[in-house]
């Protein structure tokens, strides 16, 4: 089994979309930039490092390069069983699996981002890596601090992120030390996010998740707060406004999927940061990151190469009967219905030619006379070449 996993902030580089602006997948950028009202491109090809350290910047460039990335792993027929994201990247595991379109979830990381670092500001706060210590003992350092200080992230055995108010995080990691601590590194981050310190920001997130749809996502998606598999709409709303102030169970995440089946992980978005907290969590489980175009081809031969049959997640199609057919994307891009296909219709009969849609302007027309029994993208959903659209009975 392969789980897709993406990556939070802190992920973020200077120049990291260069390598992808002659790839066809560079589309969405103009499309996210749009949806943002940002110039995203400006970001992710010129913006220094400290531009992009600022939190509504480093979300929304780690975000849409993320999923120029798994576009272009979909182009080749890549699909995960299972999908996981760290903090932010949880955000772009739900639209990678179609809980939320691809112009709802712009929007909801922009509101995030914007609120994350209003928040900041207001309550300056900042993060600190304890290394070499569990769990329990990290926790109990943040307890003797006896300050505004909080375990943030479990991210991998011997690796918990603290975070909080300056002094009080300070105070924490030498409490840290005191109790066996290899190393205690303070993190270049503008805010203690996953703490009591991000609450005035959960107003606004909780009011843009309001106003997206989500769906049910295609793959079930591990949420932080709980390390627990979803697979329902109606519970991810609670989800994520409790993960703004709640820590990232990142390794209790990975061992779930491991349990699940997982034998291969595949990290899509900049960096590696979650391949090297896989490794030391599931040291033997396979692992790959889609970072850049050439890392596509590379994916492709290890997944060929594997002896244990992952390369079965390369999509083979839907089986139909004789009397059925798809209708597919003739291209990348968003999915937008017809008027007439908006809503269910009594009258679904359909002729050869008839318009069902556009995929970033282009045409999807039926090349079969018959009746649709259903549409197989929603409005909004992001959909590769060649993905089926809607499937229908032949006259």
Same mark, same amino acid.
């Given at each position: 089994?392969?789980?897709?996993?993406?990556?939070?902030?802190?992920?973020?580089?200077?120049?990291?979309?260069?390598?992808?602006?002659?790839?066809?997948?560079?589309?969405?950028?103009?499309?996210?930039?749009?949806?943002?009202?940002?110039?995203?491109?400006?970001?992710?090809?010129?913006?220094?490092?400290?531009?992009?350290?600022?939190?509504?910047?480093?979300?929304?460039?780690?975000?849409?390069? %993320?999923?120029?990335?798994?576009?272009?792993?979909?182009?080749?027929?890549?699909?995960?069983?299972?999908?996981?994201?760290?903090?932010? *990247?949880?955000?772009?595991?739900?639209?990678?699996?179609?809980?939320?379109?691809?112009?709802?979830?712009?929007?909801?990381?922009?509101?995030?981002?914007?609120?994350?670092?209003?928040?900041?500001?207001? !309550?300056? *706060?900042?993060?600190?890596?304890?290394?070499?210590?569990?769990?329990?003992?990290?926790?109990?350092?943040?307890?003797?601090?006896?300050?505004?200080?909080? @375990?943030? !992230?479990?991210?991998?055995?011997?690796?918990? @992120?603290?975070? *909080?108010?300056?002094?009080?995080?300070?105070?924490?990691?030498?409490?840290?030390?005191?109790?066996?601590?290899?190393?205690?590194? =303070?993190? =270049?981050?503008?805010?203690?996010?996953?703490?009591?310190?991000?609450?005035?920001?959960?107003?606004?997130?909780?009011?843009?998740?309001?106003?997206?749809?989500?769906?049910?996502?295609?793959?079930?998606?591990?949420? !932080?707060?709980?390390?627990?598999?979803?697979?329902?709409?109606?519970?991810?709303?609670?989800?994520?406004?409790?993960?703004?102030?709640?820590? @990232?169970?990142?390794?209790?995440?990975?061992?779930?999927?491991?349990?699940?089946?997982?034998?291969?992980?595949?990290?899509?978005?900049?960096?590696?940061?979650?391949?090297?907290?896989?490794?030391?969590?599931? =040291?033997?489980?396979?692992?790959?990151?889609?970072?850049?175009?050439?890392?596509?081809?590379?994916?492709?031969?290890?997944?060929?190469?594997? =002896?244990?049959?992952?390369?079965?997640?390369?999509?083979? *199609?839907?089986?139909?009967?004789?009397?059925?057919?798809?209708?597919?994307?003739?291209?990348?891009?968003?999915?937008?219905?017809?008027?007439?296909?908006?809503?269910?219709?009594?009258?679904?009969?359909?002729?050869?030619?008839?318009?069902?849609?556009?995929?970033?302007?282009?045409?999807?027309?039926?090349?079969?006379?018959?009746?649709?029994?259903?549409?197989?993208?929603?409005?909004?959903?992001?959909?590769?070449? %060649?993905?089926?659209?809607?499937?229908?009975?032949?006259?």
């Amino acid at each position: 089994m392969l789980a897709f996993t993406f990556p939070g902030q802190g992920s973020q580089r200077p120049q990291m979309g260069l390598p992808w602006v002659d790839h066809p997948s560079w589309e969405l950028v103009s499309e996210a930039s749009e949806i943002a009202g940002r110039d995203i491109a400006r970001l992710l090809l010129e913006a220094d490092a400290e531009e992009l350290r600022q939190t509504r910047n480093a979300q929304l460039t780690t975000f849409v390069l %993320s999923l120029v990335v798994l576009d272009a792993v979909e182009r080749v027929g890549v699909t995960p069983a299972l999908c996981a994201g760290h903090s932010l *990247g949880e955000y772009t595991a739900l639209t990678a699996t179609g809980a939320l379109s691809f112009a709802d979830g712009v929007r909801v990381v922009v509101a995030r981002g914007e609120a994350m670092q209003e928040a900041a500001d207001d !309550n300056p *706060g900042t993060m600190a890596a304890i290394l070499g210590l569990d769990d329990d003992d990290a926790d109990a350092a943040c307890r003797r601090a006896d300050g505004e200080v909080w @375990v943030a !992230n479990f991210n991998a055995p011997g690796q918990v @992120v603290i975070a *909080g108010a300056g002094d009080a995080v300070t105070a924490a990691g030498a409490a840290a030390k005191e109790l066996g601590a290899k190393k205690v590194m =303070p993190l =270049p981050v503008g805010g203690a996010f996953h703490t009591p310190f991000m609450a005035p920001a959960r107003d606004e997130l909780r009011k843009a998740i309001a106003e997206a749809t989500l769906r049910d996502p295609d793959v079930a998606v591990v949420a !932080n707060i709980d390390a627990r598999l979803h697979a329902d709409a109606d519970e991810w709303a609670g989800l994520l406004s409790a993960q703004l102030c709640s820590p @990232v169970r990142w390794r209790q995440s990975v061992q779930l999927l491991v349990d699940q089946g997982v034998t291969t992980f595949v990290e899509l978005g900049p960096g590696a940061v979650l391949t090297g907290m896989v490794k030391r969590i599931a =040291p033997h489980a396979k692992l790959s990151t889609v970072g850049v175009p050439d890392d596509v081809d590379k994916l492709l031969a290890t997944l060929a190469s594997s =002896p244990t049959g992952t390369a079965a997640v390369v999509h083979e *199609g839907e089986h139909l009967y004789m009397t059925e057919r798809l209708v597919v994307s003739p291209s990348a891009g968003v999915f937008e219905p017809a008027d007439r296909w908006r809503t269910p219709q009594a009258d679904s009969h359909i002729e050869v030619g008839e318009l069902l849609g556009t995929v970033s302007g282009d045409e999807v027309r039926s090349r079969f006379s018959g009746v649709i029994m259903g549409l197989i993208a929603v409005d909004g959903e992001r959909v590769t070449a %060649s993905q089926p659209i809607a499937w229908l009975r032949t006259a």
